[in-house]
């Protein structure tokens, strides 16, 4: 009598999962596959940005990212000589991305220096770091692992600032 209760349980839990399972997965994109994240991520960057290409989208969110979290003389009370720390990108030659970074000191004095990091063949993965004790997030180029850049110390910004760079290397090395 328990034996025949339990298989009819165990088959309407079955069925009742067979059910409702597969409208459930066909919802989730599979992983490593396709997914609609990155189809989504760059049409709402066409739409904020008001362009057509996508390059140029992520491009004009990079730069805004950059001058959001740039860091600024006003963040670093206590350093010894604080400066404001303004970076730029723009595209170079065919997979190669030019970093302008731009240093003010209090006295007025600026100082640039661009710098071109070739993208074929790397990955495109951003990677970044936000130590506690710091004032500084500092995002790392992914051609030899040295710092790169370095903005305001915010997690989030950091992030979003690291997948848009990642997003455009893999447009820049695309062609």
């Not at 997965?25 to 596959?33: I, T, Y």
């Not at 350093?79 to 000191?105: C, F, M, S, V």
């Not at 990955?123 to 506690?132: A, G, L, Q, T, V």
Request: proline share 6%; glycine share 8%.
């Amino acid at each position: 009598m328990h034996l025949r209760l339990t298989r009819k349980l165990i088959r309407a839990v079955c069925l009742l999962g067979c059910l409702l399972a597969p409208p459930a997965l066909a919802d989730e994109p599979v992983a490593g596959l396709s997914s609609a994240e990155p189809a989504g991520y760059l049409a709402d960057l066409q739409r904020l940005y008001l362009s057509r290409d996508e390059r140029q989208a992520l491009l004009l969110h990079s730069n805004a990212l950059l001058t959001s979290y740039a860091l600024r003389a006003g963040y670093q009370v206590g350093q010894a000589q604080p400066r404001d720390l303004l970076y730029q990108l723009r595209l170079g030659a065919p997979g190669e991305l030019i970093l302008r970074e731009e240093t003010r000191g209090q006295g007025g004095d600026v100082a640039v220096r661009n710098q071109r990091i070739a993208l074929f063949g790397v990955d495109p993965f951003i990677r970044y770091d936000c130590p506690s004790s710091g004032i500084s997030c500092v995002l790392y180029n992914p051609v030899d692992g040295s710092p790169l850049l370095s903005i305001l110390r915010d997690h989030q910004g950091a992030a979003e600032l690291a997948k848009a760079l990642s997003f455009l290397i893999r447009k820049v090395q695309r062609g």
